[in-house]
């Protein structure tokens, strides 16, 4: 798919890997509608790449009114959607049985309906968005959808149960959803990244820093978030890219803690 004049809404758009992903595809001629419930963070990044170019809307990805909601005022603005780029998440370390006794049920079912269930309610929506477009190759090409796995979906660690199991369930529903949208030519893919070099992660130790960094075999250091944007950037315009996961981590192996 051709990136310019399209129109992108980004989960997560207002800070870390969502944010990179705004700046990039906006760069590449696109339109970014961004899906967040930071208003502040996203009023920073909108003033980066210009207001003509960019739009944020509140929304809680976990619901169908606040996303619909969210839809509505994207193609009243910019006309349509054509890629829809899920990087709305967070996590929630714990054992499963720890000091305190075993992880508090809600906390686990909340991170599943936020990474997981949030993920699914905004691509579906927006996919069935997308069946109206009219197509952009000679393919029949309507539309794409990024989600945002992780490597603790594959290699999950100590305390990471609650999390590791939203992001498998994330790569699990990939190649599923990309033969239930194939007969309308709509593409999903699912990056997972590794350690990425986002504003929280500026939070972390120097001796943990230095213990991840070790791990990744090269190059030897956390990720960037445009080099996330990039692959997002890659799996948008390659138009045989379609149901995989793809790991971005340097070749890191996450060890168990």
Request: hydrophobic fraction near 40%.
């Amino acid at each position: 798919m051709e990136l310019k004049d399209k129109v992108a809404i980004v989960t997560g758009g207002a800070s870390g890997l969502g944010k990179a992903t705004v700046k990039r595809l906006i760069g590449a001629g696109a339109k970014a509608v961004i899906f967040d419930i930071n208003e502040e963070n996203a009023a920073k990044t909108i003033n980066e790449v210009g207001e003509n170019n960019c739009l944020f809307v509140k929304v809680d990805v976990t619901s169908e009114e606040s996303v619909q909601a969210g839809i509505a005022a994207a193609k009243e603005k910019f006309g349509g959607i054509h890629i829809c780029v899920n990087c709305a998440g967070s996590g929630d370390a714990a054992r499963t049985v720890g000091k305190n006794g075993p992880f508090p049920l809600d906390r686990f079912e909340w991170i599943i309906k936020l990474n997981l269930i949030g993920t699914f309610n905004v691509l579906r929506l927006c996919a069935a968005e997308m069946q109206n477009n009219t197509p952009v190759s000679a393919d029949g090409e309507r539309g794409v959808i990024v989600n945002t796995g992780s490597v603790a979906g594959i290699d999950g660690q100590i305390g990471q149960a609650a999390y590791s199991a939203s992001k498998a369930g994330v790569i699990g529903m990939t190649l599923p959803i990309a033969r239930d949208l194939g007969k309308i030519g709509v593409r999903i893919n699912t990056i997972c990244p590794g350690i990425m070099e986002t504003e929280l992660f500026a939070l972390v130790p120097d001796d943990m820093r230095k213990g991840l960094e070790a791990n990744a075999q090269f190059p030897h250091r956390l990720g960037q978030p445009d080099e996330f944007a990039h692959l997002v950037q890659h799996i948008c315009e390659n138009g045989y890219m379609n149901g995989e996961t793809i790991r971005l981590d340097a070749a890191m192996r996450m060890p168990p803690r």
